[in-house]
């Protein structure tokens, strides 16, 4: 491709880009909920997983700066307990396939049946029939491809609820980020899917699934997403071709201007997705075909720009880094349980003690104690376990000792102490 033709392909991309932009940004039903929900102070459940699900939230942020919102956050990671707040925001994308992935369902679950009301944003749905029926009243969502729209508008209750939406990542301004022009590019890099989505048991040949870098992350934090999404943009935009069945590589590489063959993934999102938003870019195609395994090694060129090395170096030495904090966890985790063994033999021998002393001064009866077991009588070790039993027996206070107890019984077999 010539400088001049790639240019104009670069131009017309660009153009694209803009225009899917301003489609989520000029949607109505989309804007005018968002800003009901706010002013109802609802709080913004962001989107969490690997480095797709940080588009979406970097391009949610954008459209809450481009109309002037600026919701409550809460980070289900971090915080599981139910918000509370009679409106919530849930961030999209793809948790809500059934059998999969139901981490949404359940969190919200409980949410709904306290009564408050969810908007949901651009998403894919496949299932929960009867989880969008037993709530449909409380529940406003966003398909972000007409498959997921088709299947919840035939769910009763939700005829009303459902609009459609292009995938918040469209959203994303994409001035912030550093990308490599098409005289910097070559070779091919592939992207496809290692974890349980995939649709193919086999891995792909000298294969790179990026999105795992970041993972069982909460993007909410706009300077963070840039920070973190930069260096794999950087990295992408560096190849001349991209093949993958990871809907959000497809959609950057897209984005970019790279050649974008992409695959289908474990069920129809990628296909749904490519059918009405990427189709009309001329740069990315959709295949039902298999990746070719027949291809030699050297197919799959590595970028010239040595700064890919550097990125490469970096990922190894973070990974190291986490094996050693591994490492050095296991062993702090392993002289807690010695410790802990060693505390429960020593508190198990002093209760024998006071037990068969105890025996010993029952068997006295009336007779006097000895100087030794007055002693022990009037020692604090055993006024203390005297107190211990009556409050244990108590009828107020025992059965709180009692899960206490149990509950204490449970972290030391967790944690291996007990049996």
């Avoid at 980020?177 to 989505?197: P, Q």
């Avoid at 048991?201 to 909460?218: G, M, P």
């Avoid at 027996?393 to 009692?402: C, D, I, Q, S, V």
Wanted: glycine share 8%; aromatic share 10%; proline share 3%.
């Amino acid at each position: 491709m010539n400088n001049q033709s790639g240019s104009t392909q670069q131009s017309s991309i660009i153009e694209k880009r803009l225009e899917l932009q301003g489609e989520v940004t000029g949607c109505e039903p989309l804007i005018s909920n968002l800003k009901e929900f706010a002013e109802n102070d609802a709080i913004y459940l962001p989107s969490a997983g690997n480095f797709g699900d940080g588009l979406i939230g970097l391009g949610t942020l954008y459209l809450f700066e481009k109309i002037g919102i600026n919701p409550n956050m809460q980070d289900i990671l971090t915080d599981s307990s139910l918000p509370q707040a009679k409106h919530l925001i849930v961030g999209g994308g793809g948790g809500w396939l059934d059998g999969l992935w139901n981490h949404y369902a359940q969190i919200l679950d409980g949410y709904l049946a306290q009564g408050g009301q969810v908007l949901i944003l651009p998403s894919t749905v496949k299932g929960f029939e009867s989880f969008f029926e037993k709530y449909a009243s409380q529940i406003t969502i966003f398909a972000r491809e007409r498959v997921s729209y088709d299947h919840l508008k035939a769910i009763r209750g939700m005829q009303d609820r459902v609009f459609l939406c292009h995938d918040l990542a469209f959203a994303t301004d994409f001035s912030a980020f550093n990308v490599h022009g098409i005289d910097h590019r070559s070779g091919r890099l592939n992207l496809f899917r290692e974890d349980e989505e995939a649709r193919n048991a086999a891995h792909y040949t000298h294969n790179y699934d990026l999105s795992l870098l970041w993972n069982s992350q909460s993007w909410f934090d706009k300077d963070m997403c840039i920070r973190r999404l930069s260096p794999l943009l950087e990295l992408m935009s560096q190849f001349e071709q991209i093949h993958s069945d990871r809907l959000h590589m497809s959609i950057l590489g897209t984005l970019m201007g790279c050649e974008v063959t992409m695959h289908p993934s474990g069920y129809f999102k990628n296909r749904a997705v490519y059918d009405y938003s990427l189709s009309r870019f001329s740069n990315v195609t959709f295949t039902d075909s298999k990746p070719d395994q027949s291809e030699e090694p050297g197919s799959v060129s590595r970028v010239r720009d040595p700064q890919d090395l550097q990125v490469i170096e970096h990922a190894a030495t973070d990974i190291a880094a986490l094996n050693e904090s591994l490492i050095s966890l296991t062993d702090r985790h392993r002289m807690l349980n010695e410790e802990l063994q060693d505390t429960r033999d020593r508190n198990l021998n002093y209760a024998y003690r006071l037990d068969a002393l105890s025996r010993q001064l029952e068997d006295l009866s009336e007779d006097r104690p000895t100087a030794q077991q007055q002693a022990f009588l009037d020692s604090r070790g055993y006024r203390l376990w005297v107190r211990y039993n009556r409050l244990y027996e108590n009828e107020h206070t025992g059965p709180a000792l009692r899960k206490l107890r149990s509950a204490g019984g449970r972290i030391l077999r967790q944690l291996g102490v007990l049996k």
